[in-house]
């Protein structure tokens, strides 16, 4: 059932301690800073969480590393100038990582949302990365069998929503959204604006809203231009 | 196949970063799709034409990128892989993440240039990870992109600055694909790899017998 | 379970196709995502009530399908999987055939309405193929519909021409899903179907003891 | 390459005898009859065809099957009440017949564009369809192992195309189009419009041009109530 919710705080409490939580965003494109800020706040801890990257800075996801919140995180990129929290927790041996090539990240997300579960990929044969998995000779390449990532809640940023919950994106603050929110069993989602019903083009929604739980509206959110605090270079 | 062949060109002297950039830039072929990799890769950009009609890829789920944006162009929602404000040209699309790498991991993608630590004599690519001890592994998409593409080029230069070869017999680093790069552009020279080993394209302020003392691995000359 | 048990809804007669198709939709939770199949199923739409909010996927690419078109509403462009012409309600939307199916098969949509030859006593579904000899197999969405949905609806008469019943210890037409119905409406009755049996919820025209001798597996009644 | 051609004819002329073939369309929406009447003038045989269904009336797919140009179908729906021409070549023995599940036909049909060299699905598990396949049991469900759907060249019809070949569809006459172009070595496109470069938004392009070699604009070809000729009920 979709809802549409009052505020961030609101839009998180159901989450709960030990949850996959998938985050959108790329940079800081689709990051859904304002619901991150929320999780923070409503204290849910022992959370697997999968992004792109592992958090930068001293905000939003590098935060809830910080806090000790994040058990495991399954990403592509957790090695960044400013990803010191997560830096310090791994090297302190109290965070688990996951690295998955983004590739296989996105088409592993794609893959829980479709119902597939499993498939071959080229990517990562050969690699540290494959090492103790099911390899075989497909399609002419070498292959290795990946497995789909599911999880319980995703939070995601979107540009518009209409009354069924269909979304659009701006530009590559895309990214993550539409596979994390048909990947997700509950899919938050962060708006800066809320349409009728019937103004959105059916033929360019990219995401439909039966994959889309709840709806907050964030002022100043996607608007390309950030005017909100918390967001870093 | 002989050292003494001279089918291949040369110039008088290496190769700057910008230099190499554009040459890397003429070999694309017009109408191509091309991804270019962070860091030194990215300057081939600079040096594309318009006749070419190139369409540049960014993972993060664009066709269509432009030049980095500047002053007021400067979109947050509108960045490429390095997480570098960019424009968007004419024709553009956006695309979401696992379509995204899908267009790169199907084979649509004509070239992807790279940079590597190392490269070895039948195309295997390390560029993710030093394996240094502590070291915290990073891969982003570099082993989609060295899976991907129908041709992957690497630029960087041949030596590293202690003066061993970057173009190896096999890599010593953690690879990040297998016999997957076609074309190293180099400083001192451009080189083929494959299954056949490796063969010199051309030289750049040395010799190909110069260069064969450099790099540990049989140098073939290209053939005219 | 016992067969005197008096907690299951009685009618006096049996259902008529219109009838069973009410009884279904009302049976749909408000602000479901469903599919009704080709043939009976489809009546279903015709009792969903604007409070019930529900939204119709046609596997060929849409949510938010309306009813049928007619006369200037016709478009050939706008159809549903029966290809027959439909119309679009505000906040539909259009996708591909893979983002289609991945949104069944992914298990997004709340209940899918189908017809059947058979049903067994533990939900296997047969409903595509009569297994005749010469017979071309035809299988549509079939076996996706029947393995995506949360809940799969049955919507058939009890029994065959020949009056045996097609709910059956075990499918004799080729099947379509296993153990994939949940619950199964007939003019004869509603009955849940799963791994502890047969269940059954309402009665039409006819006592439990009077359907007991109709099908050859053992019926439970539900509790209140 | 993209390359805009002048006629249907110029546009399948380089498709070879043996050849795969996907062709787009679900029912007559999104069915590019002309493409298809073009591949029947060229003479092009022994082709192994994929479509939902295997022909239906007089026209299009049916006259390819009935002229012995067609060596394999590869389906989810050849029984229609007029697909009379495919039912004689299969009681006859002279077409060959893989039968796919929607389902399955459309994830492996996009597997191929993905570069995906198989996967489980738990559609079919236990049926007829999938005798003889591996199964496994993954997220808690038989599964059975499937595998990509490549193909020559496909033959599909999109609503407008602009410079780079980007297209964007009609409602559901998208339906197989953007796999197909996807899953092709050559993917050739009937439109009813070409519009200049920039005409398209970026955020609406339902098939990028990296995906499209051969354009060729067809008149009154995807404007919904049709008016060309070779349309059936």
Redesign the interface.
Known sequence: ??NFVESVQEAVAGIKDGSTVMIGG?????QPFELIDALLECGATELTVVNNNAGQGDQGLALLIKEGRVKKMIC?????SDSWH??AK??AGQIE?E?????????R?????????????????????AEGKET?F??G???VFE??I?ADVALIKALKA???G?L????????????MA?AAKHTIVQVSDIVP??V???????T????VNSIVKVAGS?L???TTAG?AA | MSLTDTSIKTSETALGRDDLAKLVARDIAPGSFVNLGIGQPTLVSNYLTEEQNITLHTENGMLGMGPEAKGDEIDEDLINAGKIPVTELPGASYFHHADSFAMMRGGHLDICVLGAFQVSVTGDLANWHTGAPGAIPAVGGAMDLATGAKDVFVMMTLLTREGASKIVDACTYPVTGVGCVTRVYTDRGVFLTGPEGVTVRETFGCTLEELQELIPVPLKAASA
Chains 1, 4 share one sequence.
């Open positions: 059932m979709l790329f940079g800081n494109a689709g592509s990129f957790p090695r960044q997560f830096d791994y090297k990582l690295l998955v090539p983004q590739g296989n990240l996105a088409e997300i794609r893959a829980a949302g479709a119902g597939i579960g499993g498939f071959f990929t080229p990517t990562g044969y050969g690699t540290m990365l075989r497909l399609d390449k070498w292959q497995t789909p599911h209409d009354g069924k269909n659009v994106y701006r530009k590559t603050a895309r990214n993550f959204g539409p596979i048909a019903t019937g959105l083009d059916p033929e360019n929604i990219v439909p809203g039966i994959f996607g390309g231009t950030s967001k």
